[in-house]
Antibody, heavy 120, light 110 residues
């Protein structure tokens, strides 16, 4: 079964760091681009970051550029999001999502999310 | 990177058709045939319904269809059913390995 499982969400103070992980199951991880998206409580979806299958192409939303870093380990079938200088507005459910066949620009499969709360 | 513009809410009766619009710019929707649509029920992860403007993934009902004209993409749901009640989001590629979502539309089936 194709599945994505996020972990690492927590309650952290403003200015601190957190690292999210996403484990992939049931597909050839190194064939696909991968993404992070988030959803603040009661709000809409926001794309956060994406990375191509070979890490050659990486993109970030303006709201996180310079603070967040996406990476992947194809041998471990895992995606990561290093989040530094966290702000209260980063509070959200963070989803990991798989790109499509031959296309980075869509999200075929989503995980269930991991909650990040930034508060003092 | 401004969010794509969607109506906040739409509604329709069972059996009717509704259309949700998604307006971007010449830098995103207008430049690429890479608009996708997602359905999200409360407390659930989003689900891909349409990709590359008008393609349906396997398993998605043919009651869902997509189109694009200029800087505006549209999702049409025909033969509305109660289970279609959900939030719907559009998303477009915006160049330089970035994507952008719309603000979301709440569909109510009356």
């Amino acid at each position: 079964e194709v599945q994505l499982v996020e972990s690492g969400g927590d309650l952290v103070q403003p200015g601190r760091s957190l690292r999210l992980s996403c484990a992939a199951y049931g597909f050839r991880f190194d064939d696909y681009g991968m993404h992070w998206a988030r959803q603040a409580p009661g709000k809409g979806l926001e794309w956060v970051s994406g990375i191509s299958w070979n890490s050659a192409a990486i993109g970030y939303a303006d709201s996180v550029k310079g603070r967040f870093t996406v990476s992947r380990d194809n041998a471990k079938k895992s995606l990561y999001l290093q989040m530094n200088s966290l702000r209260p507005e980063d509070t959200a459910l963070y989803y990991c999502a798989k790109g499509g066949d031959g296309s980075y620009a869509r999200f075929d499969i989503w995980g269930q999310g991991t909650m990040v709360t930034v508060s003092s | 990177q401004s969010a794509l513009t969607q109506p906040a809410s739409v509604s329709g009766s069972p059996g009717q058709s509704i259309t949700i619009s998604c307006t971007g710019t010449s830098s995103d929707v207008g430049s690429y045939n890479l608009v996708s649509w997602y359905q999200q029920h409360p407390g659930k992860a989003p689900k891909l319904m349409i990709y590359e403007g008008d393609k349906r993934p396997s398993g998605v009902s043919n009651r869902f269809s997509g189109s694009k004209s200029g800087n505006t993409a549209s999702l049409t749901i025909s033969g509305l059913q109660s289970e279609d009640e959900a939030d719907y989001y559009c998303c477009s590629y915006a160049g330089s390995s970035t994507l952008i979502f719309g603000g979301g539309t709440k569909l109510t089936v009356l």
